[in-house]
């Protein structure tokens, strides 16, 4: 088993609560964790159908079934039990329960409304590179971005085509009919995959409507399905103005660039190497490992992007506060000072707020300092991160 960072966090914050919730994509290792670090507990799966009618039925015989200390995994499938669990928790604080769900969406609504500042909600998404590095090589760029995190693709040194075929076969028939009332799967399937081919772009609903042959209000729907059950993401602008950021068009990425790559029916990690979509799958592996490293320590992601209407455009922006940090993705293995350009014209034309030294991260080897800026081989710094 790979130890997973978010155990530091976990250590230091989980006897605070009576309710841990672990949130994050189906098979990115919550049981796992959970059995790794609460190893007295047991795991109760709401996934069974027998255990799951038992829940609904009769919840308060269910709970005195299995009394605390317990996890219950995909407790999203139950989400009346947590309003039982409230009254435990309230009656004995030291009753300890383990939630997990693959359903962002269906738990936080079932934790906000019964057990808002009695749980400690936490996202784990699949393997980070360090943790996968921990264990195993990692040779190149394009393997990393080909085989993506999900943690069985690397512990049992599984094909990964062959593995997300089946993963994303199972997510379709099983959490898109749980969400949504789809009689045309094909359709849903197109969409996914049309999300896919805008990775990296501007999101434009309308038109991801009309290529798909659905409405812009059903476009928007079934996206918040792939960000509410971790497929898809949204990163938005960054504007001085905090309000202006959610009003704004956000970019579309994905949590997973395998699951991506299959997706984009990209067969190999060689393919990857003169692929159309090779620079858009590079900063959206980015932009997910730095949304890891937050996650992992128990945080939100301070993360945006930045445009012009000239068309500059910066990567990424993280925001610290009294400062920002700028950063570029490039998927060339040779540095060209033109990877500059954007950062050096942020920063002489909008550097109201004191900006970090910007920061390149590229697909080569080398590692250089370039007019104060530093170039950084995009691998090692996953691997360090």
Known sequence: MYPRVIQDFLDKNSKDYPVIAITG????????????????????????????????EDPRGFLKTHPSPVIFDEV???????????????????????????????????????????????????FSLSEISSHKKIDSVENALFNGGYPKIHAQNINATTWLAQYYRTYVEKDVRQVLNISDLDQFDRFVRLCAGRVGQLLNLSSLGNDCGISSPSAQKWLSVLKSTYIAFTLQPYFNNFSKRHIKTPKLYFYDTGLLCFLLRIQSSDDLMTHPFRGAIFENWIVVELIKSYFNKGSEAPLYFWRDQKGHEIDVIIDKGQIIELIEAKSSHTFDPSFLKDIQFYNQHFGKKKALPGKILYAGSEELTFKDYGIHNGLKWAKEL
């Open 25 to 56: 994509p189906r098979q990115s290792g919550k049981s796992t964790l959970c059995k790794m670090h609460f190893k007295d507990f047991p795991l109760i799966s709401l996934e069974d159908p027998d255990t799951r009618s038992f829940a609904k």
């Open 76 to 126: 999203q499938r139950v989400p009346e039990l947590l309003s039982y669990i409230q009254t435990l928790v309230d009656e004995n604080p030291k009753n300890k329960y383990i939630l997990t769900g693959s359903n962002h969406l269906a738990l936080m609504e079932s934790i906000t409304q019964s057990l808002a500042g009695r749980a400690l909600v936490t996202e784990l998404l699949p």
